[in-house]
C-alpha cells in the first residue's frame, strides 16, 4: 500500500497555477516527520522544491520558487498541498512528495538544501509550456 499518494499535475502555459496533493498514509503526519515536495526534470539533477515542518509552523522553499510557491498541510486531512503560481517553462517536471529526512532536519539552512527524505510518492507530473 502506497504511504504516499500525489495528485494534481498537469499541463498549463506559463503564468498559470496549479495545486498538487499528497495524501499520506495514517500515521505519517503524526509521527514528528517533516513533509517536502522535490522535482525531478530529465537530464537534471533532483532538486528539493519546499518543505514542512512537522506542525506546520515552517516553511522552506528553494530560492527558484520563493514567492511562487507555497506548501501548507491540512493533518485532519492527512494532506499536504503545494500551490504553484505563476508557473515557469523551467518547473517543468516530476513532482514527488516525501516524507521524513534521514537527518530529521526538513532543510539544511547552512548548506541551503534538503536533505535526503526517506519515504516517497510516485510523483505527478507537471508541465509547463511557454
Known amino acids: 500500500q502506497a504511504q504516499l499518494v500525489e495528485s494534481g499535475g498537469g499541463s498549463v502555459q506559463a503564468g498559470g497555477s496549479l495545486r498538487l496533493s499528497c495524501v499520506a498514509a495514517?500515521?505519517?503526519?503524526?509521527?514528528?516527520?517533516?513533509m517536502a515536495w522535490l522535482r525531478h526534470a530529465p537530464g537534471k539533477e533532483r532538486d528539493g522544491v519546499s518543505a514542512i515542518s512537522p506542525n506546520g509552523d515552517r516553511t522552506y522553499y528553494a530560492d527558484s520558487v520563493k514567492g511562487r510557491f507555497t506548501i501548507s498541510h491540512d493533518k485532519a486531512k492527512n494532506t499536504v498541498y503545494l500551490q504553484m503560481n505563476s508557473l515557469k517553462s523551467e518547473d517543468t517536471a516530476m513532482y514527488y512528495c516525501?516524507?521524513?529526512?534521514?537527518?530529521?532536519?526538513?532543510?539544511?539552512?547552512?548548506?541551503?538544501?534538503?536533505?535526503?527524505?526517506?519515504?516517497w510518492g510516485q510523483g505527478t507530473q507537471v508541465t509547463v509550456s511557454s
Open positions: 495514517s500515521g505519517i503526519m503524526y509521527s514528528g516527520k517533516c
Open positions: 516525501a516524507a521524513g529526512s534521514r537527518t530529521g532536519l526538513c532543510y539544511a539552512s547552512e548548506q541551503r538544501s534538503f536533505p535526503e527524505y526517506q519515504i
